[in-house]
């Protein structure tokens, strides 16, 4: 039996549509806080501006801390990189239901690349400028030096980890002081993960993981220029270098 021309141009896009849906439906079960950015009504969320987007029932005043505390946190990690160019889309919650229905699994943050936009996921407990100058700083970072060195492992994760937590300032990983011995919480031997698939499967079961790798980081500054020598090494993977500190 043959088909005419258009009966398999009809099928073919047909069969197009059914991909298309097929992905975007498994990109929305994979990353509901994706598909919340696309249809915020769809998860109980509204869009305060192009880049917020909060559950229907945050109240005005965490509203507004929340977009004060933004732009702190986007000050601290210009004034660290010398810019912060790459604006995340916000997606807070500020009830555990509302985090668990846009992907929200234990997680204070988690950032989300995307071809068109990077996607910014916060809980109830992530809802502070040291979180997210934490994450902002993965966004400038990441920006710089490139998807591939990032998930390959050219600039391992450990060390933007503890570049996050140097920046962010984070009491629970860090003491105050000037030098590496006066700031460290805790630095314990062997190696830290590489790539972020490394990572992923570990620092969820130890959080102190993050004073680990901020104590290496602040330990490899004092030999290497400190935030001088930070910025190089960006520089140079940026340029297809592999760093190994």
């Given at each position: 039996m043959r088909m005419s021309v258009g009966r398999l141009t009809k099928?073919?896009?047909?069969?197009?549509?059914?991909?298309?849906?097929?992905?975007?439906?498994?990109?929305?079960?994979?990353y509901p806080v994706a598909a919340a950015v696309v249809c915020p009504s769809?998860?109980?969320?509204?869009?305060?501006?192009?880049?917020?987007i909060v559950d229907k029932g945050m109240?005005?005043?965490m509203r507004r801390q929340l977009q004060t505390d933004a732009e702190q946190a986007a000050s601290v990690v210009s004034s660290y990189y010398g810019t912060f160019e790459r604006q995340p889309i916000l997606v807070g919650c500020s009830t555990e239901e509302c985090d668990w229905n846009i992907g929200g699994r234990g997680a204070y943050a988690i950032t989300i690349s995307t071809p068109v936009a990077t996607i910014l996921r916060l809980s109830p407990r992530g809802l502070s400028p040291t979180i997210l100058a934490h994450e902002f700083s993965h966004v400038?970072?990441?920006?710089?030096?490139?998807?591939?060195?990032?998930?390959?492992?050219?600039?391992?994760?450990?060390?933007?980890?503890?570049?996050?937590?140097?920046?962010?300032?984070?009491?629970?990983?860090?003491?105050?002081g000037r030098t590496a011995s006066e700031r460290c919480i805790r630095n314990t031997e062997g190696p830290l993960p590489i790539t972020p698939f490394e990572w992923s499967a570990i620092a969820g079961g130890d959080h102190m993981i993050y004073a680990d790798t901020v104590c290496r980081v602040l330990h490899w500054m004092d030999?290497?220029?400190?935030?001088?020598?930070?910025?190089?090494?960006?520089?140079?993977v940026a340029e297809g270098a592999v760093f190994q500190p």
């Open positions: 099928l073919a896009g047909l069969g197009a549509l059914f991909v298309i849906a097929s992905a975007s439906l498994l990109f929305a079960y994979s769809c998860y109980g969320m509204e869009r305060v501006h192009s880049h917020l109240p005005d005043a400038e970072l990441q920006r710089r030096i490139g998807t591939r060195a990032q998930l390959t492992g050219a600039f391992p994760t450990w060390f933007d980890e503890g570049i996050a937590v140097l920046v962010s300032d984070d009491d629970r990983y860090l003491k105050p030999g290497n220029g400190g935030r001088d020598g930070v910025l190089q090494a960006i520089a140079a």
